[in-house]
């Protein structure tokens, strides 16, 4: 993808969706070098002074699975004799917030945290919990990607290499089945959607998915390309998740309240709708910006629209991805 086709976030869009406070619609423009670099160095950075306020809300869900929404993505926890067991590790600036809620579950203390993808919203807490005795599990290209330089090139941002206590020590390449607290949890790699890296927890009694930054109950999705994202993937994955749930299952999103397979499948189809009417004016020869004016997200805006990334955003990252 040429850089000039990349859409760009505003700070306060991305960041304050991330965190569930007051969401703010990003312009989806093109910025010129120097401002994309200002702005776009400011997701990172608000994001992180905006978890270092955000409240954590603590949902419990059924099975001794509960979700922790406030610091970056959604956290996923397991509670049970043999320790908690955290998918997703949040931002670092919640720390003391994180640590009231999980104690709010139970005192055991968290022995396994399991890393949907590298992005710092859903991994900058590995160190810290590694610190208190965690382990860090995740699939293999997250591993790489947290234990080098990485750059996410929307953000026009490169993370250095992480500590060496945040990056997984234990990583797997297709599934891996983990057994703890008498359950059972069925890790899936993707293959290519959001990142390169992203894996689905079922959390198999309890009937609960965390999908991870697959599904954004709510907003229209970011796809990071540099990190080997997919237009194609994304969809791909939300299909499988479809395949994984019932009516009954409890869907853990990456970002948003927590959903239902009836709200999965309307977010299918609004990735799939959007694909096809975008590729449509592609392949008419539409220029990006040509393609935003003719609004192929309207139909879809009212509901998705309205947060982090927006319907000129989207249009853009769909563009790309054609």
């Known amino acids: 993808m040429t850089r000039e086709h990349r859409p760009r976030l505003k700070r306060r869009g991305f960041c304050l969706c991330c965190i569930g406070s007051s969401a703010f619609a990003a312009t989806g423009g093109w ?139 234990e990583v797997f390449s297709t599934e891996k089945t983990v057994k703890v607290n008498g359950a059972t949890l069925a890790l899936k790699h993707y293959g290519a959607s959001h990142t390169d890296g992203d894996i689905s927890v079922a959390f198999s009694e309890a009937d609960v998915l965390h999908t991870g930054d697959t599904y954004w109950n709510g907003f229209y999705p970011f796809i990071d390309y540099s990190t080997g994202g997919s237009l194609d993937g994304t969809i791909r994955a939300t299909e499988a998740n479809l395949a994984a749930a019932t009516d009954r299952t409890i869907v853990i999103p990456g970002h948003g309240p927590a959903s239902s397979r009836s709200e999965l499948k309307d977010y299918r189809d609004m990735l799939v709708a959007t694909r096809e009417k975008v590729a449509a004016l592609k392949k008419q020869g539409r220029s990006p910006d040509e393609t935003v004016a003719a609004r192929p997200t309207a139909a879809y805006d009212a509901k998705w629209g309205r947060f982090a990334v927006s319907p000129a955003g989207f249009t853009k990252l769909v563009y790309a991805g054609v």
């Open 31 to 169: 910025l010129s070098p120097g401002e994309a670099f200002a702005q776009a160095r400011n997701v990172v950075d608000g994001m992180r002074a905006s978890a270092a306020e955000a409240p954590i809300k603590v949902q419990k869900l059924r099975g001794g699975v509960s979700m922790l929404e406030g610091s970056g993505g959604n956290i996923g926890v397991l509670t049970g004799p043999d320790g908690k067991v955290l998918v997703d590790a949040g931002i670092t600036a919640s720390r003391p917030r994180i640590k009231e809620a999980l104690a709010s579950l139970s005192g055991d203390p968290v022995r396994l945290v399991i890393n949907t993808h590298w992005h710092f919203d859903h991994a900058d807490g590995n160190e810290w919990l590694h610190q208190e005795g965690a382990a860090i599990l995740a699939h293999e290209n997250t591993r790489k990607h947290l234990a080098e330089a990485t750059r996410v090139e929307d953000w026009d941002y490169t993370f250095p290499p992480s500590p060496a206590g945040a990056v997984p020590a």
